[in-house]
């Protein structure tokens, strides 16, 4: 079966500019967690929803907001981009809630800020 | 509140021999625990996970880990590396208990493996 989508693989944004990034879990996943990797935090937990309702939310600014539809695809927005937002972001897609059972990752967004 | 960490940064190994990449957690409940491997420009890839019995755990590519409840920790080895296992390794918890918890990840390690 088709693995985690996610789109695009690549992005250079200005400052200031906002950004949306996809996902697409594996099919009959609903629950879709979203991290921030850079090489100075490590992974950072953004946020997780299921079905369609966010179950969790890290330690971010409210720059950075989600959502997720019916068919469990998920948005993750960055607004008014800072240079310290350039990182790799990953979407991790999971049967169950709160990634119980493990996640399965896609090969992630590397946004780039200048 | 619950923690993960890997104590080294980097691990050196000759192809060959065994490794051992090293993680030790903190929960207030019980642990569910992950092994992910980290290939550059990837995302993660999940090697193995302990959620509850045999507290040594068989995962892909020839590796496994061994919960151990008494020292907190849930080290990932390997009887006989291979250059390709080259990598960056993250191990990750969630507490069971507690109903808000999330899986957080260790620092990370990166493992090399020479010729």
């Known amino acids: 079966k088709a693995g985690v989508t996610q789109t695009p693989r690549y992005l250079i944004k200005t400052r200031g500019q906002q950004v949306t990034l996809s996902c697409s879990p594996i099919s009959g996943h609903r629950s879709v967690s979203w991290y921030q990797q850079t090489p100075g935090q490590g992974l950072q937990f953004l946020f997780e929803y299921f079905s369609e309702t966010q179950r969790n939310k890290g330690n971010f600014p409210g720059r950075f907001s989600g959502r997720q539809f019916s068919n469990s695809r998920s948005e993750m927005n960055v607004s008014t981009l800072e240079l310290g937002d350039s990182a790799l972001y990953l979407c991790?897609?999971?049967?169950?809630?709160?990634?119980?059972?493990?996640?399965?990752f896609g090969s992630g967004t590397r946004l780039t800020v200048v | 509140a619950q923690s993960v960490a890997q104590p080294e940064d980097q691990v050196n190994v000759a192809e060959g021999n065994p490794l051992t990449v090293k993680c030790t957690y903190s929960v207030s409940g019980n642990p569910y625990l992950f092994w992910y491997v980290q290939y550059p420009n990837r995302g993660l890839q999940f090697l193995l996970k302990?959620?509850?019995?045999?507290?040594l755990v068989k995962g892909s590519y020839g590796f496994e880990a061994e919960f151990n409840k008494s020292q907190t920790s849930f080290h990932l080895k390997k009887p006989s590396a291979l250059v390709s296992d080259s990598a960056l390794y993250f191990c990750?918890?969630?507490?069971?208990?507690?109903?808000?918890?999330?899986?957080?990840f260790g620092s990370g390690t990166r493992l090399s493996i020479r010729p």
């Open positions: 302990y959620i509850t019995g045999d507290n």
């Open positions: 990750a918890v969630r507490d069971v208990q507690s109903s808000a918890s999330k899986i957080i």
């Open positions: 991790a897609s999971s049967l169950a809630s709160q990634g119980t059972y493990g996640y399965t």
